[in-house]
Nanobody
Framework: QVQLAESGGGLVQAGGSLRLSCAAS????????MGWYRQAPGKQRELVTI???????NYADSVKGRFTISRDNAKNTVYLQMNSLKPEDTAVYYC?????????WGRGTQVTVSS
């Protein structure tokens, strides 16, 4: 089993920055891909970014150039650096981990960007 612990959400003004953290514990060697999703009120959950075990990354067009995902294998932690934040980035952000036959979710952390 894998557990994901998120932190770093909060309130920030437009143009500001936040860094989210996701610490994984348990059977971490079973994980193939990790990433971040977000869900705004009244909208479906959407994929923001992913990172593979070899470091390959992909980003949604809406965040490309502003957000950066990274991974510290020694700490079993994935980060999401969010710069130039916009009000439309306001959402609950969820850490996600995918194994071969299982997937896992964090509880989510609220990010609110004011105008």
């Amino acid at each position: 089993q894998v557990q994901l612990a998120e932190s770093g959400g909060g309130l920030v003004q437009a143009g500001g920055s936040l860094r989210l953290s996701c610490a994984a514990s348990g059977s971490i060697r079973s994980i193939n891909v990790m990433g971040w999703y977000r869900q705004a009120p009244g909208k479906q959950r959407e994929l923001v970014t992913i990172i593979t075990g070899d470091g390959t990354t992909n980003y949604a067009d809406s965040v490309k150039g502003r957000f950066t995902i990274s991974r510290d294998n020694a700490k079993n932690t994935v980060y999401l650096q969010m710069n130039s934040l916009k009000p439309e980035d306001t959402a609950v952000y969820y850490c996600h981990a995918r194994a071969i036959t299982n997937y896992y979710w964090g509880r989510g952390t609220q990010v609110t960007v004011s105008s």
